[in-house]
């Protein structure tokens, strides 16, 4: 009988689960959009993939879960950091990955990885929402349109304006300030893509230019969000057929090789498992200036990991 294991990543916002054999390929998959870290859309994610591919959740050899509510997942035999699990999941999918840029619902990451997959250095925007799925969604939601509808808008835009916060907070106030100077959606559309390239830019400066790139995450289904962070990196980034399963693509083949024994168990990342609070950017007394949300550390296994202060 075939063996079949279970990777979890339980987002900020999304669970993803895959299920695979025992050579790595991918049987099935959910993706459920749950708006909070819950319980119940995890659930629906697990018993949506494990149905699809047609076992049932006692069937399941081994799981490893992996995000921000990885401790939520019930019967895993171990937890990765979300950077251990996307790097492993992104190798996979794209042998010869050397630049990991994954862009989720809450956060962002820049990953460098090396010949075999393995993490070399990484950069995590974790305590802004500025140019995150969230970010887009406030630029949705202030031109009043669906946000599928976003990247194609973005990609007929032709006049660059200043987009100058990159506060998600205070980002719609300068929107709706260019809307009614009666500048076209359009323009407004792809001027923030435009300047959230150019914040990822920065966050991917910290870990290194490497080619081949490869986009993951929600935001990779985005295409100005793709088209402008490969202008900025004047490089071509390519996108995984299924971009925001990586993570649990790499849970899913880490409990496969866990159970099956046939290398060495995988170093999980020191320093990638800080959980920030959220920052109240509207709270008396606040303010943005100097912080660039930013969480970095060079990988060496049981060093410690400095961050950088808000």
């Known amino acids: 009988m075939t063996r079949r ?38 659930h629906r994610c697990i018993d949506e993939a494990v149905g699809r591919a047609g076992i049932e959740v006692g069937d399941v050899s081994g799981t490893i ?5 990885r401790k939520l997942v019930p019967g895993i035999q171990r937890s990765y950091t979300e950077i251990t699990c996307h790097a492993r999941g992104v190798a996979a999918m794209v042998p010869g990955v050397r630049l990991i840029v994954d862009i989720g619902g809450q956060d962002s990451k820049a990953i460098t990885v090396d010949k075999d997959g393995l993490v070399v250095d ?19 939601r202030a031109i009043e349109i669906e946000l599928p509808e976003l990247g ?69 289904r985005n295409p100005a969000a793709v088209h402008f962070l490969s202008r900025a990196l004047d490089h071509e980034v390519l996108v995984p057929e299924q971009p925001q399963i990586s993570g649990a693509y790499g849970a899913a083949l880490l409990a496969m090789e866990s159970f099956l024994r046939t290398s060495p168990p995988v170093p999980d990342v020191p320093g990638a498992d800080f959980i920030f609070p959220r920052v109240d950017h509207t709270a008396a007394g ?6 660039d949300g930013h969480l970095r550390g060079k990988v060496e296994l049981g060093a410690a990991i400095p961050l950088r202060s808000s």
Not at 65 to 69: A, H, N, Q
Not at 122 to 140: H, I, Q
Not at 195 to 212: C, K, S, W
């Open 65 to 69: 879960s992996t995000g921000y509510g």
């Open 152 to 220: 194609p808008l973005a990609m007929r835009g032709s006049q660059d304006l200043e987009v100058s916060s990159m506060c998600a907070t205070f980002a719609e106030t300068e929107i709706v300030s260019l809307m009614a100077q009666d500048m076209r959606v359009e323009d407004i559309a792809s001027s923030v893509h435009r300047a959230i390239a150019g914040r990822t830019l920065a966050l991917v400066a910290q870990v290194g230019r490497r080619t081949p790139v490869v986009m993951t995450g929600g935001v990779a």
């Open 122 to 140: 990484f950069a995590m925007n974790d305590r802004c929402a500025s140019g995150t799925g969230r970010f887009y969604e406030v630029l949705a």
């Open 286 to 291: 606040h303010s943005c200036a100097g912080c």
């Open 5 to 42: 294991v279970l990777g979890v990543d339980l987002g900020s916002t999304t669970a993803k689960a895959v299920v695979v054999d025992e050579a790595g390929a991918i049987l099935a998959s959910s993706t459920v959009a749950m708006g909070a870290v819950s319980r119940a859309g995890m």
